[in-house]
């Protein structure tokens, strides 16, 4: 299986040369480090990562959320938010970019491994659910078309019953 990519968006350089080492020293490949937001969208439209730790605080114009939401907007990619900061508007907002984790510092690497472990593991379910939902919406499309056309066979049938019936002066039945 080919080696999963991580890209790290953090402003600190000392903090994000620890997690640079930490993801590669856990198996991962580091694709780059984005020291802001904009850079972040940048990178990730050049190669999307499979994953992408993203710091809420950063340099440059726009928050590691409204990056996420850039890149969300365009890939499919899980994001793991690291951050120091938890007062509850912050989450609040974090949360709408559906985020598949959220990490607090200081971490530590168990912390970080499972963290990337879990949210890897449940975006491969999606990606499974979303495939087999498509396959089932497109199921479901076909027989609504082939129903749709079955109908219309039948009113057209029971029209030109109607007609028929109608256009018989007398009737001859038999019982």
Do not use: C
């Amino acid at each position: 299986m080919a080696q999963k990519s991580i890209l790290i968006v953090e402003d600190e350089q000392i903090a994000a040369m620890d997690l640079r080492e930490l993801i590669q020293s856990l198996g991962y490949r580091v694709m780059g480090i984005a020291s802001t937001g904009e850079k972040a969208v940048m990178m990730a439209d050049a190669e999307v990562p499979d994953l992408i730790l993203m710091d809420i605080h950063l340099g440059g114009v726009i928050s590691g959320i409204e990056a996420a939401e850039k890149i969300l907007s365009r890939h499919s990619v899980p994001v793991i938010y690291v951050t120091a900061y938890a007062d509850p508007e912050l989450v609040e907002r974090a949360k709408k970019t559906r985020p598949y984790g959220y990490i607090l510092k200081p971490y530590d690497e168990r912390g970080i491994r499972t963290e990337i472990e879990i949210a890897l593991y449940k975006f491969g379910l999606d990606q499974n659910f979303l495939g087999e939902y498509a396959t089932l919406a497109e199921w479901v499309k076909q027989r609504t078309e082939e129903l749709a056309a079955a109908n219309e066979a039948l009113r057209k049938s029971e029209t030109r019953y109607r007609l028929l019936f109608e256009r018989t002066g007398e009737g001859i039945f038999i019982f």
